[in-house]
């Protein structure tokens, strides 16, 4: 970096010429904070994990503030060692996080019941009566069937909720005083009727009669969050939300907030898939793919979420639960393994080496099947999850065989859905980005994604940050924007022009080896249930 280079970036954050961007992941809080050109500037981060207390999935509020706190303040540090000067005010912020679960709080803001997450399939009963009676596909980890089954399990704290929030709309509030939420992540509480931006009011009423005839005088529609787009206002960081963020005082009130958002619209920002035609594949302890439509479905599909992006557009969006989590687990194994040799390697250069074996495994897997079910799996109708590894006698068994097994597990849940959404839809998709820490090993994951799916799949350096930048990219939308210039506009001219990005064919040869296997990774599903079911 030149002299000038760097003495401008300076100029910009003492200037609050920044835009700031959290997004607290499944495993990882991350902060980006980025300068008039999107470019990242500094990043902080702070490592959590979800705990699984009375058989459901969820997180403390203490560990978000904790998580946040430590997050902004390895930030601040980190602006303090490359340029010399503290961060004390940004231009804009925002906030994401990951999608869906139940916040439910009383009149008091406190909350009634333990934060349930999207990773949570107790649902069961509600998404059935629900995708039935609003005629829309409703997941299990969506709000609206966490709160419709706490009102058909009758649960004490059901009469006494005055907000329902996800986990972006919680902090974003905190931050606030606002009880909003971006259209997308709102998307994933309760459906959105994309002529008018808000939630379907028709489904609405309908929901409160179901709650009725349940024994719950409930009217969701006054508990949701406001539903703001992409480039409406969201409130301002108020002085007691400045200290939430950095309790040391350094970092100044009344920066501008844009909408809270999950992190699929978030990925959608970060790869730049906002455009009919267009999608992205997120990949980490979860897996989904996102693919923004032309017209609406014909019908609706147990397989397929509709959402929307940060900018209301309507989205096919396939959600597995389970992602790479095993792999990093297997990953994991084989590190020790080395360390008990005496060879200490990084894990960046474990999973490097064990995903370019891969490429050099039999095409089809080998015979072998992996099932990477760490928790339930609505898609192929799983309550709960065992991993497991199949193997028959012959099976060929060797290192790059055994890690293309687990890749192509890592993928065969999302390509079940996305047969439905390009076979029997016939939804145009002109190619795929991907990003996430699967897609980190250069060609490896990449290509076997484009097998997957048969389309061109392209990475690059620009989604590095994931999310966070994408939240703070909106954030800098909000307050850089041209008079009525739209989000899809924003990003192609003022993001990503000249945005470099490499792009993988389909291999033939991948594609027929990826349908072997998914052949008998359906075969195989029975065994997979019989494991849940008796151990």
């Known amino acids: 970096m030149t002299t000038d280079a760097r003495g401008q970036i300076i100029e910009d954050i003492v200037g609050a010429r920044t835009a700031l961007g959290i997004e607290l992941g499944s495993t990882r809080i991350k902060a980006v904070l980025i300068g008039p050109d999107h470019t990242p500037l500094a990043v902080g981060s702070h490592d959590w994990e979800n705990q699984f207390v009375d058989r459901l999935w969820t997180y403390s509020l203490k560990a978000v503030w904790s998580g946040i706190q430590q997050c902004y303040a390895a930030l601040a540090a980190d602006v303090q060692g490359r340029y010399g000067v503290a961060l004390s005010s940004v231009g804009a912020l925002g906030v994401s996080a990951m999608m869906h679960g139940y916040l439910a709080f009383d009149g008091d803001g406190e909350l009634l019941t333990p934060f349930r997450t999207w990773r949570n399939t107790n649902t069961g009963a509600a998404i059935e009566r629900l995708s039935v009676e609003l005629g829309a596909n409703i997941p299990h980890r969506w709000s609206a069937a966490h709160l419709y089954q706490a009102v058909l399990d009758r649960e004490e704290h059901v009469p006494r909720i005055a907000q329902l929030s996800t986990l972006a709309g919680y902090v974003h509030s905190q931050l606030t005083d606002q009880h909003a939420i971006g259209v997308g992540d ?8 994309v002529t008018t931006g808000g939630y379907d009011e028709a489904k609405l009423a309908r929901f409160d009669q179901l709650a009725a005839e349940a024994g719950a005088d409930l009217h969701l529609g006054d508990l949701l969050p406001v539903v703001k787009l992409a480039g409406d206002p969201a409130g301002e960081l108020t002085e007691a939300g400045a200290r939430l963020l ?10 501008p907030l844009c909408p809270p958002e999950g992190d699929a619209g978030t990925g959608m920002v970060a790869t730049n898939s906002v455009a009919p035609r267009t999608g992205n594949v997120s990949a980490g302890t979860s ?32 959600h597995c639960n389970n992602g790479a989590s095993e792999i990093n687990a297997w990953v994991g194994l084989f590190a020790e393994f080395a360390r008990a040799l005496g060879v200490e390697a990084d894990s960046g250069r474990v999973f490097e080496t064990l995903f370019r074996a891969a490429l050099n495994g039999a095409p089809d897997g080998g015979g072998i099947v992996s099932f990477n079910y760490l928790s339930g799996e609505p898609i192929t109708e799983l309550e709960e999850g065992r991993p497991l590894l199949l193997r028959s006698p012959d099976s060929r068994f060797d290192l790059g065989t055994f890690m293309r097994a687990h890749l192509f597990a890592s993928l065969a849940t999302l390509r079940i859905g996305m047969d439905v959404l390009l076979q029997e839809e016939g939804v145009g998709l002109d190619h795929m980005f991907a990003h996430g820490g699967l897609f980190k090993t250069k060609g490896v994951a990449q290509g076997f994604l484009a097998a997957a799916i048969d389309t061109p799949v392209s990475v690059g350096d620009v989604a590095a940050e994931g999310g966070a930048w994408g939240i703070a990219v909106l954030a800098a939308y909000l307050v850089r924007k041209d008079e009525g210039q739209g989000l899809a506009d924003y990003l192609e001219h003022q993001v990503f022009a000249g945005a470099s990005l490499e792009t993988v064919e389909p291999d033939p040869v ?9 052949e008998r990774f359906v075969a195989a599903l029975p065994v997979e249930r019989a494991a849940t079911e008796h151990s």
């Open 287 to 318: 897996i989904f793919a996102m693919v923004v439509l032309e017209h609406e479905l014909s019908r609706a599909h147990r397989e397929l979420d509709l959402v929307t992006t940060p900018g209301g557009d309507l989205v096919a969006m396939v």
């Open 186 to 193: 709102a998307s994933g509480m309760f459906p959105i009727d």
């Open 510 to 518: 991948d594609v027929a080896g990826f349908a072997t296997y998914m």
């Open 246 to 255: 950095d309790p040391t005082g350094t970092l100044a009130a009344g920066a």
